[in-house]
């Protein structure tokens, strides 16, 4: 499992939000645990593999929002102790 955080620009209010999750479901429908966060200015989710960059670009832009990056890392489960 992965998980993926993408740098978005140009989110302003909660339905932006709503729209940026809208945009990553649809590129990649098996993501899990999505949240976008306008403050910090970015998406991030699980998923079983890393999703095509480039799709996931184009998306986001024809959307109206501005892609500056993605990265993605292992995901370690976190248990109550330890």
Do not use: Q, W
Request: a positive charge; proline letters at 2%.
């Amino acid at each position: 499992m992965k998980k993926i955080t993408v740098k978005i620009g140009g989110m302003a209010c909660g339905m932006c939000e709503a729209h940026i999750c809208d945009v990553v479901r649809k590129v990649c429908p098996n993501t899990k645990k999505l949240k976008a966060s306008r403050i910090r200015g970015e998406a991030t989710f699980l998923a079983e593999e890393a999703p095509d960059t480039e799709k996931l670009k184009k998306a986001i832009e024809e959307t109206g929002y501005i892609f500056i990056s993605a990265s993605s890392e292992e995901y370690k489960k976190r248990s109550l102790f330890g």
